[in-house]
């Protein structure tokens, strides 16, 4: 079984929102900093929003094309983070995957040890 799941993918029209949500059934994702990234084909995967463990100070990052309208989140009684997602916009597609690891500095996929399968996100009219 996969550490972290993904869900919530799917078909939205622009301007709309989406709410993905990672579980883990590995480990307790408050312990760990998590994130969530995107690809698409041919492109390298890019670090859409982390947020770090509680032990920490929870603190956050987003990357800049998707500042202001994604919102990282955790709920650490369902062991789960959500990325709430706003003005959805066509080059937000991609498949999302999230990741968990010990700590983050850049919010980059090498920071991270454990990743999901993915949801695929498409935004269209």
């Known amino acids: 079984q996969d550490p972290l799941v993904e ?3 799917g078909l939205v029209q622009p301007g709309g929102s989406l709410r993905l949500s990672c579980l883990g059934t590995g480990f307790i994702l408050d312990y760990y900093a998590v994130g969530w990234f995107r690809q698409v084909p041919g492109k390298e995967r890019e670090g859409v929003a982390c947020i770090s463990s509680s032990e920490t ?5 987003y990357g800049d094309s998707v500042k202001g309208r994604f919102t990282i989140s955790k709920n650490k009684h369902q062991n ?3 990325l709430q997602m ?6 937000d597609t991609a498949v999302y995957s999230c990741a968990a690891g010990a700590s983050y500095g850049e919010c980059s996929p090498p920071e991270f040890g454990y990743w999901g399968q993915g949801t695929q996100v498409t935004v269209s009219p």
Not at 57 to 61: H, I
Not at 86 to 91: R, S, Y
Request: charged letters at 20%; a negative charge; aromatic letters at 12%.
């Open 7 to 9: 869900s919530g993918g």
């Open 57 to 61: 100070d929870g603190s956050t990052f």
């Open 80 to 82: 789960t983070v959500y």
């Open 86 to 91: 706003n003005g959805l916009k066509p080059e």
